[in-house]
């Protein structure tokens, strides 16, 4: 009966219990860490890859459109979560949130689809590196179950040694890996815009020709498309929150994070997608390849060095997507851990399975064991056809996961707001408490957008752009829907959870110590009597 009271779902420990269970997660990361994370954790074979079959499937303008809308979706969204998180550091924070401050059992809804999403993919990533290093290996060898097994197992090798050491090895690696990813991109936005200017070997000078074959392909159909592959491209934005609780100085990591993002969605996205419509055509036939998600010969970019007639350059290409997928993989076993972590900590699953339990060097390691033992085995599914049908069916929930839990930061930052207001707390006065831009109106457009961009990812599911509609297709991309009523129904029929009010909502438990406040404040005083030159030299030192 203890034990059923102590982890009743929604629930918190007290003040006391949370001081005295030692050890605890340890905030090794620092502000470079979550804001490379911020700037570069998502980019990967959604950029370099999908791209091609969004502008194939939709044209250059739905998929240019689709990105710089989504970039300003997110932004908004990261601004929301930026706000709690400051205050209220959390691992794994939007569950907590979720829970705290709309339903216990929507956050237990959010956090499993969460964990599944990143759990698929992993298996995506793993078989995608498979893939990607058959390019330097003889024709079909990796095709091969015995040989693909073998390249999966290297890849999760690597990916267990990294999260056995403690957590700033993996902030150290993901931040040299993605500062790669970050110089990479720009290189190849240098070599497309010198391929536009005719700075190929073939001198020939791109101008808007492939924008007047057809701006917008397939029409609404076509651009509705394109907002799930921008969905899937830049799922991982909010990683940057999830690592909130293992960061040091939340109050001034997270927003240097956050203002970093529209830097990397504009640069990143929106202009390097924009230069290669202008330099490969949407009706390319070798773009179609891309249908297969990993195929480095079917990236855009591939295309356009390839057809400039440059040599190397694919080679290198394939080695940064290889390494993308690496840090993507890292990524999805220490989100994935942190989820259970909070889940359990927050009492929304039981202290039984041990996964709220921290080591002395600062790891939850059952929770970490417990990711990589079903990523590890779900990655091994695609050495079979069969096997990887049951497997796309799984990792299909990631782009339901995605649109779903971003809405859900927004709307757990309104019933936030609704709860400091009612509660008379003076949280939002203090002098460098993080405030989102425009509200309460750039956060209700953004709310919006998503729920469009989910209707816009059922309609095409319903009605696909090529093909007949079957029951097949439908559901193998939208049994996240489904399942996200289930849990949610089932959750809160069993515990009878009940909607949080906003003047009875927990507002105390993770809040940040008044003396780390007035600490953090200090230094963000010396840090602004420097000069505008320093400041903003400061967002790129190592």
């Known amino acids: 009966m203890a034990d059923k009271e102590e982890n009743k779902p929604g629930g918190q420990l007290s003040e006391e219990q949370s001081q005295s269970r030692e050890p605890q997660l340890k905030r090794a990361l620092g502000a470079r860490h979550l804001q490379m994370l911020a700037i570069a954790s998502s980019i990967g074979t959604g950029l370099f890859i999908g791209s091609g079959k969004a502008l194939s499937t939709g044209g250059p303008f739905s998929l240019v459109f689709s990105f710089a809308w989504l970039g300003l979706v997110l932004t908004t969204m ?25 339903d216990p059992a929507w956050g237990f809804t959010i956090g499993i689809l969460y964990w599944a999403c990143w759990i698929g993919a992993f298996g995506t990533e793993a078989t995608a590196a498979r893939i990607l290093v058959g390019y330097w290996l003889p024709q079909g060898w990796s095709d091969d179950p015995a040989h693909a097994a073998i390249l999966i197992t290297a890849f999760n090798v690597i990916m267990v040694m990294i999260h056995v050491c403690p957590v700033r090895v993996f902030g150290e690696i993901e931040f040299w890996v993605s500062s790669i990813k970050v110089v990479s991109v720009l290189v190849f936005l240098i070599v497309i815009w010198a391929i536009m200017g005719g700075g190929g070997p073939d001198g020939r000078v791109h101008g808007g020709e492939y924008w007047a074959e057809g701006a917008v392909i397939n029409g609404f159909k076509g651009l509705s498309s394109v907002f799930v592959t921008a969905a899937f491209a830049c799922g991982g934005t909010e990683v940057a929150g999830v690592a909130g609780g293992e960061t040091k100085d939340p109050l001034i990591a997270m927003p240097r994070a956050v203002r970093t993002l529209m830097f990397r969605i504009v640069f990143f996205y929106v202009v390097t997608l924009l230069f290669l419509t202008f330099v490969v055509s949407a009706r390319n036939p070798a773009l179609l390849g891309s249908e297969s998600g990993s195929t480095v010969e079917a990236s855009p970019f591939v295309i356009a060095i390839k057809e400039a007639g440059i040599c190397v350059l694919p080679d290198v290409l394939n080695a940064v997507v290889l390494l993308c997928v690496t840090s993507v993989g890292s990524v999805s076993i220490y989100t994935g851990s942190r989820v259970l972590y909070n889940m359990t900590n927050i009492g929304l699953i039981s202290s039984r399975w041990g996964f709220g339990k921290v080591d002395e060097r600062g790891r939850p390691i059952r929770a970490i064991l417990a990711t990589t033992f079903v990523a590890v085995g779900l990655s ?3 050495c079979s056809a069969s096997a990887a049908t ?3 069916w799984f990792t299909s929930l990631s782009g339901i996961a995605f649109l779903t839990c971003w809405p859900t930061i927004i709307a757990s930052n309104w019933r936030w707001r609704a709860g400091i207001k009612a509660q008379g707390l003076d949280i939002l006065k203090l002098k460098y408490t993080y405030k989102a831009s425009f509200r309460p109106w750039l956060p209700a457009f953004g709310f919006v957008s998503l729920l469009f961009m989910l209707a816009c990812h059922i309609y095409v599911s319903a009605s696909p752009v090529s093909g007949r509609a079957n029951a097949e297709y439908f559901f193998q991309n939208c049994i996240g829907i489904p399942l996200l009523i289930v849990l949610f129904a089932g959750y809160k029929i069993i515990w009878r959870t009940e909607f949080a009010t906003a003047d009875k909502m927990d507002l105390q438990t993770d809040k940040i110590p008044d003396s780390d406040i007035i600490e953090q404040s200090e230094k963000l005083d010396k840090y602004y009597q420097q000069s505008r030159k320093v400041r903003v030299l400061s967002y790129v030192r190592f």
């Open 78 to 102: 990261m601004q929301c979560l930026c706000e709690m998180t400051t205050i209220y550091p959390a691992s794994g924070s939007f569950v907590t949130y979720a829970a705290r401050y709309i």
């Open 380 to 382: 091994y599914m695609n």
């Open 390 to 392: 049951a497997f796309s």
